[in-house]
């Protein structure tokens, strides 16, 4: 990774976000620019990439609002001058049924999980396509493939951030901006426990689903970032975390109409919390 880089990073309290932001830190690049409502977290994640020696500035974001992404965009080009790298990697998590969840709790949802990423390409665009070089990436879900029964709006967000990533990315074939599409597997995070419950969602199903996600879930946020790193890196359009994600993808395409018994049956795993 060229040194002059400048990464500006999403939902970097935590996870995915923390692990990455860290990895980029320790190339030694010109400067790091992290977000997330989250201030706590945020600070922590600022004080480990402090030690590294590396710029970096935190800016307390709420995603779904276009007029504090804005803020963060003019705050960041003033503070580091540039932006050479976007990763838009802020989500949430919801609990229940299509029926248990309001339309304000799928509102709430798609405006951090898609409306996140829209606005934050949206924004930044203009100082990305001024570089010689330049990335987005756009963090998706293997629940990109697939669409298991109480995930009706985490499921609609994931599919499209994917479409509208691979759209962007056909846009710009050919030009100085590179867009690649992140699906992870079952990363140990804490997006379950973080969740939000629908607003009928019984209150039992917020723990149970915490305890599933952490018998499933195989990959750390830091082996997360050493493959996120390896994929803008390599330029990989498509970027799969964890053998669960390659399966996954593998089995969507193979079995469009049949894969999601089939893969509860090669995991031994029910992925409704429902039927447990």
Same mark, same amino acid.
């Given at each position: 990774?060229?040194?002059?880089?400048?990464?500006?990073?999403?939902?970097?309290?935590?996870?995915?976000?923390?692990?990455?932001?860290?990895?980029?830190?320790?190339?030694?690049?010109?400067?790091?620019?992290?977000?997330?409502?989250?201030?706590?977290?945020? /600070?922590?994640?600022?004080?480990?990439?402090?030690?590294?020696?590396?710029?970096?500035?935190?800016?307390?974001?709420?995603?779904?609002?276009?007029?504090?992404?804005?803020?963060?965009?003019?705050?960041?080009?003033?503070?580091?001058?540039?932006?050479?790298?976007?990763?838009?990697?802020?989500?949430?998590?919801?609990?229940?049924?299509?029926?248990?969840?309001?339309?304000?709790?799928?509102?709430?949802?798609?405006?951090?999980?898609?409306?996140?990423?829209?606005?934050?390409?949206?924004?930044?665009?203009?100082?990305?396509?001024?570089?010689?070089?330049?990335?987005?990436?756009?963090?998706?879900?293997?629940?990109?493939?697939?669409?298991?029964?109480?995930?009706?709006?985490?499921?609609?967000?994931?599919?499209?951030?994917?479409?509208?990533?691979?759209?962007?990315?056909?846009?710009?074939?050919?030009?100085?901006? #590179?867009?690649?599409?992140? #699906?992870?597997?079952?990363?140990?995070?804490?997006?379950?426990?973080?969740?939000?419950?629908?607003?009928?969602?019984?209150?039992?199903?917020?723990?149970?689903?915490?305890?599933?996600?952490?018998?499933?879930?195989?990959?750390?946020?830091?082996?997360?970032?050493?493959?996120?790193?390896?994929?803008?890196?390599?330029?990989?359009?498509?970027? /799969?975390?964890?053998?669960?994600?390659?399966?996954?993808?593998?089995?969507?395409?193979?079995?469009?109409?049949?894969?999601?018994?089939?893969?509860?049956?090669?995991?031994?795993?029910?992925?409704?919390?429902?039927?447990?």
């Amino acid at each position: 990774m060229k040194k002059e880089t400048v990464a500006v990073i999403t939902g970097a309290a935590s996870g995915i976000g923390r692990a990455l932001a860290i990895r980029l830190a320790k190339e030694g690049i010109a400067g790091i620019a992290i977000s997330d409502w989250n201030e706590t977290g945020l /600070l922590e994640t600022a004080a480990e990439i402090e030690k590294l020696s590396v710029p970096v500035s935190s800016h307390v974001v709420d995603v779904s609002k276009l007029d504090q992404v804005q803020r963060f965009a003019d705050e960041v080009v003033e503070r580091h001058g540039r932006v050479t790298h976007l990763v838009n990697n802020a989500g949430v998590g919801l609990f229940g049924t299509f029926e248990q969840v309001s339309i304000d709790d799928i509102e709430w949802l798609m405006g951090v999980n898609f409306w996140g990423v829209v606005y934050g390409c949206k924004v930044f665009l203009p100082t990305l396509l001024s570089q010689d070089e330049a990335h987005v990436v756009n963090i998706s879900s293997v629940f990109g493939f697939i669409a298991p029964e109480e995930q009706t709006a985490y499921c609609a967000s994931k599919f499209a951030v994917r479409g509208f990533t691979e759209s962007l990315r056909h846009e710009y074939a050919g030009t100085n901006l #590179h867009v690649a599409c992140v #699906h992870p597997g079952g990363i140990l995070t804490d997006i379950a426990r973080n969740s939000k419950l629908g607003e009928n969602t019984p209150e039992g199903w917020k723990q149970q689903g915490a305890k599933f996600f952490d018998r499933v879930a195989r990959t750390t946020p830091e082996t997360a970032a050493d493959v996120i790193f390896r994929g803008i890196e390599q330029k990989n359009p498509r970027i /799969l975390i964890g053998k669960d994600a390659t399966q996954i993808s593998s089995i969507s395409r193979l079995f469009p109409t049949r894969y999601l018994s089939i893969i509860e049956r090669l995991s031994g795993h029910k992925m409704s919390l429902r039927k447990k």
